[in-house]
């Protein structure tokens, strides 16, 4: 629950949102700088730092959601405080967070941490933005391993989704949802099984067979290293 002076920051902030009035951290401490209140400039700000921190409020500059570290930094600087609009956090429905943690588990093969929608966007943005970066560095060894190219799709696709926001997180992701899972199903599973396990030990000694009796294979007619490099590179 919201202390006394939570909840009146918040109705405020939500009254004038109503009214399609556009409210920044500035209006804010002007409305609860006033006598009939006489708050603190740090008491104001302290409160709408926790307000935010319990996803009960968004701050945004420049189109931007201020999180963690960027939002106290913004706090913090009162040159700021014109440009940082307020908004309340719609309430998101129990049927979107059931999806989320389901779709977390399914896709990274363990369950989320957190229960909450808040929680549940970071941890799946961080998830992708973490296998893109593992794609990525699978997709500098095409040179050696060709396949490794077909992962260049999907690693764009991760890359671009751990970059949206909440809001495309929770009302979006599901759009896209059946074929993450089916790329993850037929392209993503057996390649990080291949390249985290025997088979690539096994895959490179047979390229280095290939390369070390090239001149053998040639000498006899011989094009079973076609037939081997073919085998390899599907």
């Given amino acids: 629950p919201l202390t006394e002076v939570e909840q009146q920051i918040f109705n405020y902030i939500q009254s004038q949102s109503r009214l399609s009035v556009r409210v920044t951290l500035k209006s804010v401490e002007e409305k609860f700088e006033k006598k009939s209140f006489g708050w603190s400039t740090h008491a104001i700000l302290a409160n709408v730092a926790r307000l935010c921190g319990s996803h009960k409020l968004e701050a945004i500059n420049d189109s931007n959601q201020l999180l963690d ?6 706090l913090k600087s009162s040159r700021d405080h014109s440009n940082i609009i307020l908004q309340t956090v719609s309430a998101i429905p129990e ?4 999806f989320l943690k389901t779709f977390f588990n399914d896709f990274f093969d363990q369950p989320p941490v957190s229960t909450d929608a808040r929680g549940l966007t970071t941890e799946i943005s961080n998830g992708f933005r973490e296998l893109s970066n593992k794609l990525g560095q699978y997709t500098a060894q095409s ?6 190219a077909n992962l260049s799709d ?5 890359e671009t989704a751990s970059k949206k926001d909440f809001n495309w997180i929770v009302n979006d992701l599901s759009k896209m949802a059946d074929d993450l899972l089916d790329q993850k199903e037929n392209t993503l ?13 096994i ?7 290939l390369v070390s009796n090239t001149d053998n294979f040639a000498s006899v007619g011989s094009e079973k290293s076609v037939e081997i490099k073919k085998i390899l590179d599907d």
């Fill in 203 to 209: 895959y490179e000694n047979a390229c280095q067979f």
């Fill in 95 to 98: 049927s979107q967070i059931r």
């Fill in 154 to 158: 999907v690693k764009s696709t991760l």
């Fill in 189 to 201: 599973d057996p390649i990080v099984k291949f390249m985290d396990g025997k088979q690539k030990t």
């Fill in 143 to 148: 040179t050696s391993i060709p396949f490794l």
């Fill in 69 to 74: 570290d960027e939002l106290i930094r913004s």
